[in-house]
């Protein structure tokens, strides 16, 4: 598993706006739009592509396309749709499937309540979008469940991740040989008591879309 943290001052500058509390939904939204297209671009920098050859109104030129089949973005909801915009507007030829998850406030365990994905993902790069690796519990649910399904290449894109959630997915998955990046604006200081990334930026979903 690798662990890709982007320094960039752009990415410093619009997360720290992200943290402020005062920062309110509409400022929040665009903010996390705009944070996953600057870490998108170094997420899909492996993404899988194959030679192709066009006509300039000079000569031949060699370049390169997206290859088939074509990557999926796979938001988890709710917070994960916060990034699916700003994913496609990179990728806008890609594939996008739904993972509805959410995490028991006080056991800490995640559900799914919501699974639209293909049934076969063999050969496809994934990229997940999550804004929080918290304990890595969500995470690693939809990683298993991605696996079940022929999943081989898998990028999740997070805005925030703690320590202690990296090592847990770390635990998990590093003796299984998977094929996991995980790239992220900032690894926090650490998990509170109740589970919260500290400093963090609260709960990512609830300053999205509200409180539920
Ligand atoms: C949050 C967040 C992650 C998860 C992270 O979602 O968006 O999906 O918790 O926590 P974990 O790493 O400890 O599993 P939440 O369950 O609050 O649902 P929401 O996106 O609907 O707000």
Known sequence: MRVLITPHPLINHKLTALRDEKT????FRRLVDELVT?????????IQVEPVVVKTPVAQANGLRLSQPMPIVIPILRAG??????MTRLLPTAEVGFLGMVRDEDSLQP???ADRLPKDLTGRDIF??????????SLIAAIELLL????????????LVSPEGIDTVQDVFD??????TIVAASMDEKLNEKGFIVPGLGDAGDRLFGVV
């Open 24 to 27: 309110d939904s509409p400022t």
């Open 38 to 46: 600057l870490l998108a671009y170094e997420a899909t920098r492996d």
């Open 81 to 86: 749709l916060g990034m699916l915009e700003g």
């Open 111 to 113: 559900t799914v309540y």
């Open 128 to 137: 997940v979008l999550d804004p929080m690796l918290a304990t890595g519990g």
């Open 148 to 159: 079940e399904r022929g999943a081989q290449r898998i990028i999740a894109i997070c805005l």
């Open 175 to 180: 003796s299984r040989k998977i094929d996991l």
